[in-house]
């Protein structure tokens, strides 16, 4: 079942912070995200586990909700790298599917 | 270290027509995938293999067919080219293997045209 990523698109000028949200309907064991620039390949940024603590790196990082079985991606102080589009990749049960993924939110920074 | 190296980059194909794109990753990953990416949609698994000699469909493997030749390459043959599978196509791999791995690095793609 793929999960819904929320908002869709958004437009951020460089220093702002952004939240992008990741929902199921499901109960998650897993969420896997993922940014990918126009053109290039997708680029794995981190993972969160159920139960397991939040993630960051550098000014990027992530929680897991499980009563509301959701994960949100912060952009913190947004740089004009972070433009692309983010993907979550789900996971419902350990160790016998593989992630069914989001349709993506395209984040833009400008100047 | 060149990471996952996919050809061709581009191809245009007709309808009914065969090739093979491939994938080759040079970090000794024991998981490979291939999936495929249409506008407005998340990345949709084609097949994957948890270990070299093994191979397992994904969630679109219809008018697919996979071969891991050895640990290092995985390819994906399309044997009769619909106009449905005009996509981009990626190829991705794990350091771990077994049905829990998930992919970690991904190639840049090839962009499949079908006529």
């Known amino acids: 079942q793929q999960p819904v990523q929320s908002p869709q698109a958004v437009i951020l000028r460089e220093g702002e912070d952004a939240v992008i949200n990741c929902s199921s309907s499901?109960?998650?064991?897993?969420v896997h995200w993922y940014r990918q620039k126009h053109g290039e390949a997708p680029v794995f940024l981190m993972i969160l586990l159920k139960g397991g603590e939040q993630k960051g790196h550098d000014k990027i990082s992530a929680s897991f909700n499980e009563k509301k079985q959701q994960s949100s991606l912060y952009l913190t102080a947004s740089q004009l790298s972070y433009s692309g589009t983010y993907f979550c990749?789900?996971?419902?049960?350990?160790?016998?599917?593989?992630?069914?993924f989001g349709t993506g939110t395209r984040l833009t920074i400008i100047p | 270290n060149a990471g996952v190296t996919q050809t061709p980059k581009f191809q245009v194909l007709k309808t009914g027509q065969s090739m093979t794109l491939q994938c080759a990753q040079d970090m000794n990953h024991n998981s490979m995938y291939w999936y495929r990416q249409d506008p407005g949609m998340g990345l949709r698994l084609i097949y994957y293999?948890?270990?070299?000699?093994?191979?397992d469909k994904g969630e679109v493997p219809n008018g697919y067919n996979v071969s891991r030749l050895n640990k290092r390459e995985f390819s994906l043959r399309l044997e009769s080219a619909a106009p449905s599978q005009t996509s981009v196509y990626f190829c991705?791999?794990?350091?771990?293997?077994?049905?829990?791995?998930?992919?970690?690095?991904f190639g840049d793609g090839t962009r499949l045209s079908i006529l």
């Open positions: 990749g789900t996971e419902y049960n350990f160790g016998n599917e593989k992630l069914t």
């Open positions: 991705a791999s794990s350091e771990y293997g077994g049905l829990w791995s998930q992919p970690q690095h």
């Open positions: 293999s948890a270990s070299e000699g093994t191979t």
């Open positions: 499901k109960a998650l064991y897993s």
